[in-house]
């Protein structure tokens, strides 16, 4: 069942001399329960795509439809409940809010939709995310591993339709790399999470079910690798 439709999606900044064309005219669609991968140089778009999907930027142009519904031509107000409950973001730099601990930081886009937090699954992701016995820690009082499984339980919480992690293992070293890339299979498959990650690491790409190359904002490959 397709979940996500992308229809010539093209991004530009700047004008004249000084215009830069992120994204030039990509277009694919993603079935529910799909992982993928999104790979390419540093500056190909890739980024730009992942925040696009996500409902943080907006395109110049072209069309994305969550669920058959057009992204885009919602309301402002509209938009920001489709960024809160449709999609979870992970980012290379967790972007925890300090002052909250692990319990707060994960249920944050709950408590700011203004709805009561389900507690069962609360108690699911600290158990899966292995995060029992640290929920009152503060961010600076956790390791880069487990501030990244915080990261990926603030994305759960909600239940999204589509998890979009930006380099979620940039900044961890091989084994907490391979941990978090666990972790985000599991909930591809424990939850039937639609994950797309972009990274530069081949390990983690080759784990995804499908491959997107991007280059100079062009979808240069797009490969199914496995089933």
């Known amino acids: 069942m397709e979940l996500l439709r992308v229809e010539n999606l093209t991004k530009i900044y700047g004008r004249g001399e000084n215009e830069v064309r992120a994204l030039d005219g990509v277009s694919f669609s ?21 925040h696009i999907l996500g409902g943080v930027d907006k395109p110049t142009s072209g069309k994305v439809y969550m669920d058959g519904q057009d992204v885009y031509a919602q309301s402002d107000e509209k938009l920001a409940i489709f960024r809160r ?73 909600n239940a999204p339709a589509v998890v979009l992690a930006d380099e979620p293992t940039g900044n961890l070293d091989s084994k907490n790399s391979q941990e978090i890339v666990e972790l985000l299979k599991l909930s591809n498959k424990k939850y039937n999470q639609t994950l797309i990650v972009i990274t530069h690491d081949e390990n983690i790409a080759l784990q995804a079910q499908r491959i997107i190359a991007i280059e100079d904002g062009k979808i240069t490959r797009d490969e199914v690798i496995r089933r």
Do not use: W
């Open 30 to 50: 993603v079935q529910k329960g799909e992982f993928i991968a999104v790979i390419g140089p540093s500056g190909s778009g890739k980024s730009t795509l992942l």
């Open 85 to 157: 409950r449709q999609v979870g973001l992970i980012y290379q730099f967790y972007n925890l809010i300090p002052v909250l601990n692990v319990t707060e930081n994960i249920t944050l886009p709950v408590l700011m939709d203004g709805r009561k937090v389900n507690k069962e699954r609360l108690e699911e992701l600290l158990t899966t995310l292995n995060l029992k016995g640290r929920e009152n820690h503060l961010p600076n009082q956790l390791s880069g591993g487990q501030q990244q499984r915080v990261s990926i339980g603030r994305a759960l919480m």
